[in-house]
């Protein structure tokens, strides 16, 4: 069991998810945690896009084992983390298992049991989930403490992130969303496709729109990807990482708002798992 500081310690958790693959999710998840890390913060990334791992592939790290061990009671969860730059800490995914796509009941038990005797130290518990409306993005978007939208300037993009907000609110009574938009090439386009989503969401939605943000559309983005480094490391003075070194300490303002702990999560997992 943990013990008894270490389960009402504050943590942070983030999910951060999007309507529609290929937005840049996971990159911006790999980068944050780094310039968290640098605020001097223990992170941990989870990556929750069980079926295909993408935050290991970005940092370029081949972890021997990944949660679909732990799922399957070969590992635990300390066995399976991975340490990735500058200290972060990694659950990887697995990659190429469809039965991990749709989590069952004994699943997210087994997850909650790990979590549950997990005695690592987490400041700020970063939740990289799939792209969609899965049942799997939605059980780790309900359990986390603040959700992130990240959708891009397609339209497709911005069609999908209101699709995963109208599902998470009208199944899950999630009420409150951040959302920050990726590859645009100003401010003011960015406030725009904020505006057009906040608009229909007002309409039709008893929800809370929020604003987080623009990373601004970046050539050494697409480097870094081809490289596997993380963007802010190799490129710390583009404009992509001035836009994630300014966003990090935004998402550390929401320890004090926050009273949360591990046991938090777990809680919040467990009562997704129930009101399935």
């Known amino acids: 069991m943990l013990r008894k500081d270490r389960k009402n310690k504050n943590i942070t958790t983030i999910a951060i998810s ?31 896009d069980l079926g295909l791992s993408n935050i290991d592939v970005l940092f370029q790290l081949a972890p021997k084992y990944n949660i679909y061990h732990v799922l399957n009671g070969n ?33 997210r038990l087994k997850i909650l049991e790990e ?9 700020v518990l970063l939740i990289d989930t799939a792209a969609g409306i899965s049942e799997n993005v939605a059980f780790f978007c309900v359990a986390a403490q603040e959700i992130i939208i990240i959708t891009a300037p397609e339209p497709t993009a911005l069609t999908d992130a209101y699709a995963l907000i109208k599902v998470l609110s009208t199944r899950y009574q999630e009420r409150s969303f951040n959302v920050l938009i990726n590859s645009v090439n100003s401010n003011e386009e960015a406030e725009e496709i904020f505006r057009r989503l906040y608009l229909v969401a007002e309409r039709f939605l ?57 046991q938090f999560f777990i809680g919040n997992l467990l009562s997704v798992g129930r009101n399935k």
């Open 206 to 262: 008893s929800i809370s729109l929020k604003y987080l943000g623009y990373i601004p559309y970046d050539e050494s983005v697409k480097k870094a990807v081809r490289m596997q480094r993380p963007f802010v490391d190799i490129y710390p003075d583009s404009p992509a990482s001035k836009k994630i070194y300014e966003l990090a300490p935004k998402l550390l303002e929401m320890e004090g708002k926050i009273k949360g702990s591990l």
């Open 75 to 107: 590992k635990s969860l300390v066995d399976v983390i991975t340490k990735g730059p500058h200290g972060i800490k990694i659950l990887p995914a697995s990659s190429g298992i469809q039965e991990l796509t749709a989590l069952d009941e004994f699943q």
């Open 115 to 123: 979590f549950d005797s997990y005695d690592g130290n987490i400041d």
């Open 18 to 48: 999007s309507g529609k693959g290929g937005v840049g999710k996971s990159n911006i998840v790999a980068n944050l945690a780094i310039a968290i890390r640098k605020l001097g913060k223990e992170v941990m990334i989870l990556d929750a």
